[in-house]
């Protein structure tokens, strides 16, 4: 999907993954005959977060109320949805389970289930183990929160269609074009990428794992500053996707914004376990082995780098463990599914989770936008950003039209 050269336009996008795309789509249908320009790294958009991810609809049970994501997530959701109808994209709304397996976990079962309520989730239920039963044969637990408009689809496939459409808008959509710095430049900025450079009216940044060192460059704050976590999975075996019929989660660690080793069933038939949340060498970690020194110098120069560490180490600690035994990944999901054995799974895939870290150690929870005149920049966009992909484009749109009048 690579374009002709561009040197000047109203509106540069830099990142052609799934909200980068879809802020684009956002601007050319307010504003037919606008000059808007993606410009991906990539050969193909959404080779990142976008394609890396477990492809989960979610539903916005878990955010706090009024947060960008607890808002963003439901509409997204609702958008997303029309969209892949509207382009005939598969999908299935197959529904998730959130179980707690201890009694510990029932009074957060309580408080997840206030929060989907006060965040306007559709169809959210209690229920107990004869009805979860009932959805998922094999599955055991005290209680459970089912979301039956969670679902499952290929975030990529609906990238692809978003690049589709915006080309047939007259966008430009450039991949194999890499963004290298910004620069404000006599009432416009200037976009210097690996073919030249381009004059742009405004700038949108959703560079995912490279978002924070565009900003910083360019003169936004420090803080936060992305770190990578790989997230590693396993499948299940052809003979052994019987045991999970849609999508089984735990009630996860209200202090992280992971939600822990869940069971999924992909939009293709897969079923994953996982995935892991590992501090990792690379912003490009697919390879648990790859790291680079620009990325481990800036991940553990940062101070809040060691105040999460000293913070969460045992988290770390069980993250390592998970990530070094198969059979205790494999144990960590028989928690909910106890016929799982190690004989059942394989290798699965890996995606690296661009998640923003303060300088006081904090893992920022919300999605995060900064906006500095002529440039706007989304500075943390872990999930649900694929779910909200759409309205996320919306608010970034809001707020870059309102410098355009």
């Known amino acids: 999907m690579n374009a002709t050269e561009v040197d000047r336009c109203d509106v540069a996008v830099v990142g052609g993954g799934i909200v980068g795309l879809a802020v684009a789509c956002e601007l050319v249908t307010r504003r ?12 193909q958009v959404g080779r990142h977060q976008t394609g890396s991810n477990s492809g989960v609809v979610h539903a916005g049970i878990y955010y706090r109320p009024g947060s960008l994501k607890a808002r963003l997530c439901v509409e997204g959701m609702r958008r997303l949805y029309a969209f892949c109808e509207r382009h005939e994209i598969a999908h299935e709304r197959c529904g998730k389970l959130i179980v707690a397996t201890e009694p510990s976990e029932l009074s957060r079962l309580d408080q997840l289930e206030a929060r989907g309520r006060a965040n306007g989730v559709p169809g959210l239920a209690r229920i107990g183990l004869a009805q979860m039963r009932e959805l998922e044969p094999h599955l055991r637990g005290l209680a459970a929160l089912h979301s039956p408009n969670t679902g499952i689809v290929d975030f990529a496939a609906v990238s692809r269609a978003l690049a589709t459409d915006l080309i047939e808008a007259g966008a430009t959509v450039w991949t194999g074009c890499e963004v290298l710095g910004l620069q404000r430049r006599k009432g416009a900025v200037a976009v210097s990428h690996s073919h030249g450079e381009t004059s742009a009216g405004r700038v949108i940044v959703c560079a995912g794992v490279w978002s924070d060192r565009l900003a910083v460059a360019a003169g936004a704050p420090d803080d936060p500053r992305i770190v990578p976590f790989r997230g590693a999975y396993l499948r299940l075996r052809p003979q052994a996707r019987s045991l999970v019929h849609g999508l089984i989660y735990p009630v996860p ?4 914004p992971f939600l822990g080793v869940h069971l999924t069933r992909r939009i293709d038939g897969e079923v994953l376990l996982g995935p892991t949340a590992l501090l990792v060498g690379a912003r490009d970690a697919y390879r648990l082995t790859r790291m680079t020194i620009p990325d481990l110098r800036a ?6 780098t060691w105040r999460m560490m000293g913070r969460f180490w045992r988290t770390a600690l069980g993250e390592l ?8 990944f494999v144990a960590a999901c028989a928690r909910y599914v106890p016929e799982l054995s190690p004989a059942d799974v394989v290798a699965g895939p890996a995606g690296v ?6 300088r006081d150690g904090r893992l920022v929870d919300d999605f995060v936008v900064d ?6 920049f989304l500075r943390n966009a872990p999930s649900p950003a694929a779910t909200s992909s759409l309205a996320i484009g919306s608010l970034l749109a809001d707020r870059m039209e309102a410098t355009l009048r």
Do not use: I, M, N, Y
């Open 32 to 43: 037919p005959g606008l000059r808007v320009a993606v410009f991906e790294r990539e050969s």
């Open 253 to 256: 660690d209200p202090r992280l």
């Open 299 to 304: 991940t553990l120069g940062w101070p809040g």
């Open 321 to 328: 463990r998970l990530a070094a035994s198969r059979r205790a």
């Open 353 to 358: 989770r661009a998640q923003a870290l303060g």
């Open 371 to 376: 906006d500095l005149g002529q440039l706007q």
